[in-house]
């Protein structure tokens, strides 16, 4: 959990799911860079030699609940850059 500098915690809410890891950092070091406070959430379980990551993704970008849209919105951003820029190669 994020603490503001009171020491609260606050309330982490689920923005995106990603397909590997390399995407999930792409996306956290955007939202960082744009304001936003980022963790990523594996879901990868070395017990069961990455079974999860086959349905679920490999992870999640989750933010402050105060930053939800925001966070949402720029992701779509970043979504479509990265298609454009995958369809001009």
Known sequence: MFSNNGGDEMELVEVY??????EGQLLK????ENGIRAEIRSFYDSAYN??????KGA???VVNKKDEQKA???I???????SSNSEGC
């Open 17 to 22: 799911t990603f397909s590997d890891i390399v």
């Open 76 to 82: 779509q951003e970043f979504l479509r850059s990265e």
């Open 59 to 61: 992870g999640r970008i």
């Open 72 to 74: 949402k919105q720029l």
């Open 29 to 32: 070091k955007f939202l960082e």
């Open 50 to 55: 990455g079974i999860y990551t086959l349905t």
